[in-house]
């Protein structure tokens, strides 16, 4: 029976470290040559071997760096289509929005929407100010909480979610504005029970168990919350903002999509830019653009709890190369390798989007030996690849910024290196989510030094696995360096 190399875990389905390796090295794929009768097969310890069907659906974990390059980028063209998911089915909305729907709805509205974040200058300076807006109030509500143990993936998701508000709506709304707690708060709720969501993904019966055993009822609700949230502030937007094009003040992205919608109407053009792709996007995006960065930002601070020569190396780069006078800017990365390493250490250690998102097969694919049907869902194992030994070294499952620099210092870049996944579907914010590492995680160790609560009993190093691995709550002191 062949398989396929690298360590494997099914999203959602173990959240032990340990537990999810075990079953990574014993995953395997049964997939008999020419044949739609679709089945995995998982062996837990050899004594415990179980079967697991996915209805009459074959699934195929992709493990490995190479196997991403060949399914995901050589055969990109045909393995990019999504399967069905419940989040969009939970509140009606079929295959809309540009996570999850396929073909060309997919393509104009993937198209649409990076062109639009190109417009606000994702990657550059305009874009870098609002995010530095949003840093600067988030940096003063860590400087309030005056040393006292706090919840920092609370202060951060709301930050995050903010730097969305500024391109949809065109402004940051207050931390405080009801609405807008509501909305983040619903987004956290449908992050944490996105584990069931999977589960559903695969096995749509799980939704009526009861007790909301897979949180079906949760997902739908809060989904719900969102959308209409959504709906409401896009239609103020609409009633207040006459024109603009993105870059002007007042400019957002819903009067980009509406001036893009119409221009394809005048034309004659059929399009899929319409109110409900509009409304699933801005979802999507925020859906998107907060667990991922914020639990990142998290797991920088965790990893640095356990690691404290780390934080003395990044104080003394920050110190040495910008200094506590002035705030930090975009262009500052080039002065800061360091702070870089330690960055892309923690995407790979993190690997916030273990199982990256569901794709399925256009057409039957071969690979090597195997052939895959049209319509196999395929998972995408990123974790595989971030912690593979193979290409990482024996420390694989360490924190180690220095396997990012060469011996003088300088920013390595590694062809493996794959968070936001590669492909014709890679993260379609991947710009924007590393200028806001950068923005986010220097200005805080510019500002504080980050202290574990009881020196003795540091936060666990664990994951809570969802679409994305969060950290297990935990509290920290942010100690302000300027005001010691
Ligand atoms: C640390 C930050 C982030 C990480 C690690 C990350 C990772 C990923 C991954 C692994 C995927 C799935 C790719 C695939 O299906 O093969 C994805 C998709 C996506 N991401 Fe991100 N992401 C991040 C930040 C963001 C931000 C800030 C935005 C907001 C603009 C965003 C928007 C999206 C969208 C819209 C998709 C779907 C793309 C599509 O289906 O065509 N992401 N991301």
Redesign the pocket.
Known sequence: MPQLSGSAKIQGLWSSTKLRHAAARNLYYLVHRRSHLARMLLFLPPTQKKRIYFGSTLVVVVSGFRSFKEV?VHKGAVTSDRPRMFMNEAIGMGETG??FASGSI?KEL?SATLQI?KEFGMGTNWLAERVQDEVACYMDKLVKTRGEPINLQHFTRVSVSNV?SSIIVGKRFSHEDPRYKETVESLMRVAESSRGATAINFLPFLKYIPGDLFKAKQIQFNMTVIKDLLVQIVSETESTTASGSAKDKGGNFIFSYRRKESEKKLAGKRTCLDDDNMIKTIV??YA??TE??SS?IVWCVLFILHSPDVQSKIHDELDFKVGQGRPLTIEDQARLPYLGAVIKET?RLAS??PF??L?KTREEITLGKFVIPEGTILI?N?DSVLHDPEIWGSDAEKFNPERFLDKDGALIHREEFI???I?P??????A??KM??FLFLSSMFQRFQFVPTDPLKLPMLKPVIGITSVPTSFEVLCVDRFNK
């Open positions: 995901f540009v996570v997919w993937r974040l969305i999507d995006l998107a653009g991922t960065v990142t995407q916030t989007v990256s998102l794709h995408p990123l968070p936001f996944s492909g579907r890679v993260c379609l914010g991947e924007l989510g806001e590492l």
